[in-house]
């Protein structure tokens, strides 16, 4: 089978040695850190990737449905709702209805990623090109990841939260705690920073800070807060009407998109560890905020740097042909796309999504057609394919790629599509489809599909008068007519009073009319 | 820079605290679900092997929801790009249909989340922890359980030498497949074409030349198929292959379990459901100590007889009552069917505590005298109607048939009984009458 050494028939034959790595499904440690330094080469070498040092942990089917339940994380405080993922994994998987994944890889540093035990060596390669360097490079040099998440602090923020809670389960009981989880949770999507960094302190804050530096120097300072809270000052007048909303509203920093950091802040009622528990979700939910930006990309890296790396190996002859088409045959499954009337259909497949696009991209940059240049003026033809990837996978999210970088080609390609559907009209309508006066509005139409400003409602808090009434007020904005599912809505705003303490409304207001649609309240519901 | 780690060895288990506290979240529902799946179980067969696998449950999603502010999927205008156009062209329009939005083919639900229910499995622990409450099944008879010896026969895989009852069909025709293949034995189909074709040149009336010389030849290509076909037998002595077995003492084979139960018309709906869980306790519980169980139901109004379990839990019989008549029969059946050398025998009685006239009597001397010293241990359950709660708390005080026992229950350590009279008193009456003692006060 080895047979003629064949010289190398791509691009690497200086570096090639023409036999292969491996021979046969059973793989060792040894036999792995080879391949993982022939792949390295490449994905160093070739495709000029900056990876974190990598940790391979070998883990069985039932480490990996432990590793499912905890979001992917190598550590994580204990909560029903993993649970309850878990026993559906579990079964799903021992009645044979799903399998699972062949790794799962952890933004951090060491870059974490967990192999299963049951993949051949063939399969142990493609993964190790996927998740050890083609997600292992976006985590580390995609912007979001960079600004947002700390990876070499992941760990050990994980450990801290893990104890902590579990302390506070000792401490104050199971429930207690569970009471907290459980409302941080419902809310764990609006608690991220969308826009921007947290807020600066106001001027409140920083002088109670500072006085707080000072360690209460004299009685005084006591009596003055005390002084303050309970006889309420005599601005109590001032606090009517607009006037007094705009104090309000810059005291508590107000509006604010992220409800977990305000209800942090400012809850008259949480205890500080209850504050902690609260901060601890939203750390948590804001660390993976950038993944849930990034599925097209980070997928759409890691099969762009398998599929070239499984090539490379096979062109220098470092794998067998047997092997390599094992590779190919994965490959394949991972980046189907089924059509929208296939049975198997179930929305656009952000591997298939993304490795086609970069596929494009590469196309674009070394065999460009007319339409290319005149769409992509400054990629076309400019042959280095490796700095426009480098470049995307650096500074994009889904949403700003696909409006950047999809082209028509790859529109007329796939047969993309639009299907209106307006809820006054009693039938959809096929708005656009892959012809030259639809292209811009599918890429637009697509690439909004992926921005979670416009999926995830736009909900912010608005108003709460610590001095009257106390009700947290809330708006929806709502965009195209759309609003919220009314029962979770109602049990999520059920949560936010235990948070609060006292009563929760929330107003939906479209967003171009400026006029209520709806709005729900905490308020007689008992 | 780069290292591998095998976390294979690592404790399992990682999510065993996430479950428990799903568990008990879900306890509520869970705990429903179980009462039920033991109300609608059968003692016996299939059904409580399938209990010993663990349990499939589906529960109200209400409860363990997780609820998120997310948008409604009706109302408002939104725009959906898909893929794998074939004739659509702009303007085309068509009804909505009717699951979900956007005209495509996504399924509902499709986490398994749906309105229904959410479903996963328990394990048995799980199961038994659920059904009796919370409690834990105590280790309790097993250490005075009496281990009777048996040799029984174990296979051992495959041997090239053995009695022709033994012969392993399946494996012997794969050899024989594959040497025919190997050493290229003429098929007969090969063989029987060849012999028309020689049969048809015979008939010629007069063969030419050529017609001859192929004759001649195709004789000699049959002699040398013949040669070979014998040489390469159709089966040869190296392609046999027999099982074997070998021969293994098993301790702990085999127990049955009587299950005694008064069906006259004073036992109703409510006093059937109590007795049927004691039973299934029972039937559990020795399931894990021995391999082998059968259980035995005997009904019994003034006379006994056996039944299968339907039967025994649904039938409605009328009739006096006379418990003596059962022990009689179940006696009758040990001598019959089940060895005392062979079996352990345990015995289960319900009553709701009436018996005829001065039979109390007779079924003190039956189990003084005759039962008792078959059994291993023998268990009486008299069931209370509601309004005769407060004998619960008093042992002492009791009908005919509860002071006969009593008497009985002074001389023999091996008999236990206990008073129950809702759901919720049987595991604890389970857990009186199998409380542990020591090996010793066990009957011989």
Redesign the interface.
Known sequence: MSGAAQPGTGAGTGTGTAQPLFDGPDWTFELLSEVHDAIQEIALEDLGLNVYPNQIEIISAEQMLDAYSCVGMPLMYQHWSFGKQFVRDEHNYRKGLTGLAYEIVVNSNPCISYNMEENTMALQTLVMAHAAFGHNHFFKNNYLFRNWTDASGINDYLAFAKNFIACCEERYGVDQVEVILDAAHALQDHGVFRYGRPPKPTEVELKAMQRQREGYESQQSILDLWADQVLGGDETEADEGEVGKNRRQSALNLPQENILYFLEKHSPVLEPWQREVIRIVRYLAQYLYPQKQTKVMNEGCATFVHYYIINKLHDRGLVTPGAFLEMVHSHTNVILQPGFDDPRFSGLNPYALGFEMMQDICRICVDPTEEDREWFPDIAGCKDWRRVLRDAWANYRDESFILQFLSPALIRKLRLFVITDVAEHPNLVVSQIHDPRGYRDVRRILARSYDLAYLEPDIQVVDADLRGDRELKLRHTVHDGIVLDEKNCEEVLRYLKALWGYEVSLTGVDRDLDEVIYSATTRDQN | ????????P?P?G??L??????????RHHIKDIVDKSVRERSVSGRNSRELAQGE?VTIPVKG???????????????????????E?????????PKSG???????AS?D??GEDG????LTREEYLEMLFEGLELPDLVKKNLIETKTISYRRAGITTAGTPSNLNLLRTMRNSLGRRIALQRPSLSKFNALKARIEELEALEAPCDDEFAELEELRQQLGRLERKRKVVGFIDPVDLRFDTHLPEIVLNSKAVVFCLMDVSGSMQEREKDLAKRFFILLNLFLERCYEHTEIVFVCHTQHAREVDEDTFFYSRETGGTVVSSALTEMLKIIKDRYPTDEWNIYGAQASDGENFGNDSEKCQQLLQHQLLPLCQYYAYVEILSESDEVLMNDPEQGADLWQACLRVKKRWPSFEMQRVCSPADIYPVFRALFAPRTAAAVAP
């Not at chain 2, 409604?72 to 074939?86: D, H, I, W, Y």
């Not at chain 2, 659509?88 to 909505?96: H, L, N």
Request: charge should be positive.
């Open positions: 820079m780069h290292h591998f780690i095998d976390r294979r690592n399992a990682k999510s605290g996430n479950r428990q506290r799903f568990l008990r979240r879900a499939r363990i929801k997780e609820p998120r502010l997310v948008h409604s999927n009706q109302g408002g205008m939104r725009q959906r790009v898909f893929p794998g156009n074939k659509f062209v702009v303007g085309d329009s068509f009804p909505r939005q956007g005209g495509g083919g996504k399924k499709e398994g989340e959410f479903s996963f499995s």
